[in-house]
């Protein structure tokens, strides 16, 4: 059984580019979220892809945007960067979204640099 | 805004328990206290979670009050490799349009001394 992986692992981008971040999820999961985390702060939420349908959204423009795949990995994408993006973006995928028992496993990040 | 409140550090000495307690004085009915770390520079762990009963396992035991308004995570014996950010969490579990997001708030930064 794999876990979650997602790449690149570090990104240098510059304000106004758009940038892509990939997820794959744990084998057998079909829900993946998508969570922004600053330096020093606890990850928020950004979205989250149930089934290839986005099934809830944080508090996040819509300059950020994900889709997910028939094989359940998923993408999140930014467009016109700003300084403040840069953080560590985390995925989590669960098996179905809620439930006592659907704990979310989460990747090791990717480290995004907006310059 | 999460719904818990932490310390923001505590220290431990190796090889004796940690319990990091959490206050979450607003928990509905339909919650569960979720227990997640993360070590520097990794993702999130989860850890343990639990509605009103204790729960144990491999990695810890979570201690929940009668009234159900702070808990406490116990760590029997802590190593080095324990030091991380603790987060608790609590998180509606069921429902048709529930995403089971996890707002996470400042955690606990528990720091395992020699």
């Known amino acids: 059984e794999t876990g979650v992986t997602q790449s690149p692992t570090h990104l240098i981008k510059t304000r106004g580019q758009q940038v892509t971040l990939r997820c794959s999820s744990q084998?057998?999961?079909?829900?993946v979220s998508w969570y922004q985390q600053a330096l020093g702060q606890g990850p928020q939420f950004i979205f989250q892809?149930?089934?290839?349908?986005?099934?809830g959204r944080g508090n996040f423009p819509p300059r950020f945007s994900g889709l997910q795949f028939p094989n359940y990995s998923s993408e999140l994408n930014v467009n016109a960067l700003e300084l403040d993006d840069s953080a560590l973006y985390l995925c989590?995928?669960?098996?179905?979204?809620?439930?006592?028992?659907?704990?979310?496993?989460f990747g090791p990040g990717t480290r995004l640099t907006v310059l | 805004d999460a719904k818990t409140t932490q310390p923001p550090s505590m220290d431990c000495a190796e090889g004796r328990a940690a319990n990091l307690p959490c206050n979450h004085s607003?928990?509905?009915?339909?919650?569960?206290v979720y227990w997640y770390r993360q070590i520097h520079s990794q993702g999130p762990q989860y850890i343990i979670h639990g509605l009103k009963n204790n729960e144990t396992n491999e990695m810890a035991s979570l201690i929940i009050t009668e009234d159900r308004k702070s808990s406490t995570l116990i760590l029997p014996h802590a190593t080095l490799r324990d030091t991380a950010v603790y987060y608790c969490?609590?998180?509606?579990?069921?429902?048709?349009?529930?995403?089971?997001?996890?707002?996470f708030g400042q955690g606990t930064t528990l720091q395992v001394k020699p």
């Open positions: 084998s057998g999961h079909n829900t």
């Open positions: 989590a995928s669960s098996l179905d979204p809620a439930g006592s028992y659907n704990e979310q496993f």
């Open positions: 892809y149930y089934r290839e349908e986005e099934n």
């Open positions: 969490i609590v998180r509606v579990a069921h429902g048709s349009s529930n995403t089971g997001k996890l707002i």
């Open positions: 607003t928990i509905s009915g339909n919650e569960y």
